[in-house]
Each structure stands twice: as structure tokens, then as C-alpha cells.
């Protein structure tokens, strides 16, 4: 038996993001499921994942996320939102919107679901379409959404933003408003899993990112003064910046995501990562989180390389985003190349360039779906 | 708001006391606010039926020794309004 080390210095996972399955009607070519979903076919079922929202309840988690692939694919949601709000977690729905019905939707409540956040793919229903490879959805989203706020939730929209939707901002957040939502993620795309593959055809262009912003900053004045309580977070793109995000507010800090498979990451775009994570089939989530070599590989800043490791900044980014290092320079340990002090900074430059020369419309791009991500990773 | 005001959470927002972290905290879509003694005692109170005054009465019964709490509660309150937290339901 072994004996866990002192936990005085690692805080507990404050969130658990519980990935239920990686199976979803939509192909948005900038899904951050992993290119190989396809192979993960096993997923925990009812009584793991109880026993997984136990465990991490017992460890001081508070906040729960049901995500996926589309978590309403699974018939026993109702069942986990349920157990979840009993044990005092605020739990959230993260979905599409495709798959819920205004029954569903009572009987969530009736669970105890706290929030539902869905995502919109544009404002504009062709372009919704060609993005999600879906013609209905976009229309019943719509009459969801209206719904969600018909039945007394908070409802937050989340929109990804790229070069084809950005320019249509002021008609996003007009559509947001009208909906009722009580909070606007313009998420700017971040280039892992199938967002990579399809960087060169969603990076907008620093213009086209400018121009978002300024409309973001005057609907909020728009909105204040109407007493409107919208809050309009626009998540400023990684490849814009200066320096890299404290991404997941440091590794194995506060974060923990479970995929569908039950094994437990420090953000749901680790599996990418060249690393093993362990499993909650193998150990308990106390162990993974305190003792594992996977959480413990990036915490604290001894791992650093230079210029990190003297930077005064170290403690407020942590380096930045280790998929993004390893994605982009093929080393998780490095610097993130978003950080205009990383020696590959000139990375970044590249895809720039890669982008201006794109002209591929969004149907050209490699969609998210089964046969794709078995074609791509073979084995 | 006024001492006849009735705050309430907004809709979908919750306070709860937290055993792991020894604090009441208040819960909303995707987050969390971590409430110091203080403020976890006011939140706590906010309920949609007690009226600002009473919540200011209930802490005077409990903490005889404090001063100035009334106005404690009047800045906590207008600053929990404006971080969208709590809304007035009546006055």
C-alpha cells in the first residue's frame, strides 16, 4: 500500500469538467475532442460516473461541467444531474442544443440542473449550417434557447469565433440579446484537436480581431445602458497575444476534466499530449490528482525552461498552454510559443502567414465526424 | 438600495457553505465567487424575503459588538447589485 505525499501544497480540483461521451450530431472543424475520438468507444457508464462525482464532491469540487461530444446522447443525464445536485455540486450543462426538447428540458430542471450553456455556431443560418454540417440544427437552437430561458434557467451562449463568423459580431450578440442569455462567451478559436488541423482556414485576421473587439466594447456600453445584465466575455485569441494564458489557471490547479473513457486530464486537451494519464478504472481520483506523475509533471515551476524559468511573469501564466507548446514546437515542456519571449515565437508568425494564404471556404474544411477521425488516425 | 428593499439572488445563483474550503461561496453559471466570513454571513441571509433592514437586524442580534454593520451591509449589498449577484425584488 502506498501512502499519498503530503497534499499541503496542491490545492483541490475546484472544477470537474465530466466529458460523458465523445459521440455528437454536429462536425464543427474546430472541435477540441481529440483528433482520435473515434477509438474511445468505451464509456464509463451510470455507476462510474456517480461513483467519479463522489469521489471528486469528497475532494472539494464544487463546480460540475457535463460535456462532451453532445452529453445529451447519453439517456442517463437526467439521472447524473440528479445524484450530481445532490451532493452540492452547481451543475452545468454544456451542449449544443441538438438532442434537447422542452421535456427534456423540464425534467432537467426537475434533476436539479443548475445552468445551461449552448453554443451557437454563427449568426447567419447558412453559415451556421455549413459549420455544425448540419441544416436544421441552427433553427432548432434557436427555439431551445428560448425555451431554456422559458423554464427559469441562466442560459449562457457560447459562440467560437472565426474568420467566418467574426465580421458578423454585431448580429451575434444582437441574436444573444434577444434570446434572453444571461452571459456571451465569444470564444476565439483555440487551436487544439480538430481546430489545428483546420488552423490555416479559421485564424481571422488581427484586423478582423480588432474590429470584434470594438463592437464587443460598445455593445457593453449599449447594454449598461440599458440596465441590461448581459456579460459579454470575449476571450482574446491566444495567437493575437503577447503573452501566453494562465491556461486552466496553472496545471492540476484547479481543473480536472474526465473523458468519456474515464481518464482524468488537467484540461480536456491533454490527451494530445505525448504522455500517459491514468484512469479513475485504475486508481481514485484522490491519487491521480495528489500523487500522479501526469498531474504532477507541469505543477510548481521547477519543470521551466528558460526563458520561463527567470521570467517574473512565471507565476502568472505558468508558461502558458502545454498542448500549445507540444503542438506547436513538438516539446510539452517548452515555452508556449504565443509568449513574444519564446525563442519559437516565430512559430506563431508561420501560421499567420499559412492563414493570409488560405482561402478555403468553411465547407473545405476537414469536418468532425467518426470516419474522418478514423481515416486520420489510423491504428 | 434601500432599507426596505427585499434582495434576492438572481435567478440561477446560488450561496452554499463549502466544507472543503471553510468559506460560503456563491455559485453561478461556470463560477465562483469565494465570500469572506462577512460576506458569507449577509449572502447567506439574502433570501427574497428579508428585507435589507431585517438582514441588518438579524446581524445586529448576532454580532452585538460590531459596529458600523448596518452600513457594512448596505456596501456589500449594492456591490453584490452591481456584480449581478443579487436583485432587488421589492422596495
Given at each position: ?5 503530503d ?6 480540483p475546484l ?14 472543424p474546430y ?9 474511445y468507444?468505451d ?6 460516473w ?12 464544487v ?7 453532445e452529453?445529451?446522447?447519453?439517456r442517463?443525464?437526467?439521472v447524473?444531474?440528479d ?5 452540492g455540486?452547481?451543475t ?49 437552437k434557436?427555439?431551445?434557447a ?12 457560447n459562440?467560437?469565433?472565426?474568420r ?6 454585431d448580429?451575434?450578440?444582437a441574436?444573444c440579446?434577444e434570446?434572453?442569455?444571461?452571459a ?7 487551436y487544439?484537436g ?6 490555416a482556414?479559421?485564424?481571422p ?8 473587439e470594438?463592437?464587443t466594447?460598445?455593445?457593453?456600453e449599449?447594454l449598461?445602458?440599458r ?17 501566453p ?11 480536472m476534466?474526465?473523458a468519456?473513457?474515464?481518464t ?11 504522455m500517459?494519464f ?6 481514485s ?15 510548481g515551476?521547477?519543470?521551466?525552461p ?8 512565471r507565476?502568472q ?22 509568449c513574444?519571449?519564446?525563442p ?10 499559412e492563414?493570409?494564404?488560405d482561402r ?14 478514423r481515416i486520420?488516425c489510423?491504428? | 438600495m ?8 438572481r435567478?440561477?445563483w446560488?450561496?452554499q ?14 463560477g ?31 454580532f ?6 448596518g452600513e ?8 453584490a447589485q ?6 432587488a425584488?421589492?422596495?
Amino acid at each position: 500500500m502506498s501512502v499519498l505525499p503530503d497534499t499541503g501544497e496542491i490545492g483541490a480540483p475546484l472544477w470537474l469538467l465530466a466529458e460523458l461521451t465523445y459521440r455528437c450530431p454536429l462536425q464543427c472543424p474546430y472541435c477540441s475532442n481529440p483528433l482520435d475520438f473515434a477509438h474511445y468507444r468505451d464509456e464509463l457508464d451510470t455507476d462510474a460516473w456517480i461513483d467519479v462525482m463522489r469521489q471528486a464532491r469528497a475532494m472539494g469540487a464544487v463546480q460540475l461541467g457535463f460535456s462532451g461530444g453532445e452529453p445529451l446522447v447519453r439517456r442517463d443525464l437526467e439521472v447524473l444531474v440528479d445524484e450530481a445536485r445532490r451532493l452540492g455540486f452547481y451543475t452545468n450543462l454544456i451542449t449544443s442544443g441538438v438532442g434537447l426538447t422542452t421535456a427534456r428540458i423540464d425534467a432537467l430542471r426537475d434533476a436539479g440542473l443548475d445552468h445551461i450553456q449552448v453554443s451557437l455556431q454563427a449568426a447567419d443560418a447558412e453559415v451556421a449550417a455549413a459549420v455544425a454540417g448540419s441544416a436544421k440544427a441552427h433553427a432548432g437552437k434557436l427555439v431551445m434557447a428560448r425555451a431554456i430561458k422559458a423554464a427559469g434557467y441562466p442560459m449562457v451562449l457560447n459562440v467560437v469565433l472565426h474568420r467566418h463568423n467574426i465580421d458578423d459580431i454585431d448580429r451575434l450578440i444582437a441574436l444573444c440579446d434577444e434570446l434572453g442569455a444571461d452571459a456571451v462567451e465569444l470564444a476565439s478559436c483555440q487551436y487544439y484537436g480538430w481546430a489545428r488541423l483546420n488552423r490555416a482556414g479559421l485564424l481571422p485576421s488581427r484586423a478582423q480581431v480588432e474590429r470584434a473587439e470594438a463592437v464587443t466594447r460598445e455593445w457593453r456600453e449599449r447594454l449598461a445602458a440599458r440596465g441590461r445584465n448581459m456579460r459579454l466575455l470575449f476571450v482574446v485569441p491566444d495567437y493575437h497575444a503577447e503573452r501566453p494564458k494562465a491556461c486552466m489557471g496553472g496545471w492540476g490547479a484547479i481543473f480536472m476534466t474526465v473523458a468519456p473513457d474515464g481518464t482524468v486530464l488537467p484540461c480536456h486537451s491533454a490527451r494530445e499530449l505525448p504522455m500517459r494519464f491514468p484512469s479513475v478504472r485504475d486508481a481514485s481520483l484522490k491519487a491521480i490528482w495528489y500523487a500522479s506523475d501526469a498531474f504532477n509533471r507541469f505543477r510548481g515551476d521547477a519543470w521551466m525552461p528558460e526563458p520561463c524559468r527567470g521570467c517574473s511573469e512565471r507565476h502568472q501564466d505558468y508558461g502558458g498552454c502545454r498542448c500549445q507548446a507540444y503542438l506547436l514546437t513538438g516539446d510539452p515542456a517548452a515555452t508556449d510559443p504565443v509568449c513574444s519571449k519564446s525563442p519559437r515565437h516565430d512559430l506563431i508568425e508561420q501560421a499567420w502567414a499559412e492563414a493570409g494564404a488560405d482561402r478555403r471556404e468553411v465547407g473545405g474544411l476537414i469536418s468532425r465526424h467518426a470516419r474522418n477521425s478514423r481515416i486520420l488516425c489510423r491504428g | 438600495m434601500n432599507a426596505r428593499a427585499v434582495p434576492a439572488l438572481r435567478s440561477g445563483w446560488r450561496v452554499q457553505w463549502e466544507p472543503a474550503q471553510q468559506r460560503h461561496v456563491v455559485l453561478y453559471p461556470e463560477g465562483m465567487v469565494q465570500l469572506n466570513a462577512s460576506a458569507g454571513e449577509i449572502l447567506a441571509l439574502v433570501d427574497g424575503r428579508r428585507s435589507q433592514g431585517d438582514i441588518v437586524a438579524v446581524l445586529e442580534a448576532r454580532f452585538p459588538d460590531t459596529a458600523g454593520l448596518g452600513e457594512d451591509v448596505v456596501e456589500f449589498l449594492d456591490e453584490a447589485q452591481r456584480q449581478g449577484w443579487v436583485e432587488a425584488v421589492s422596495s
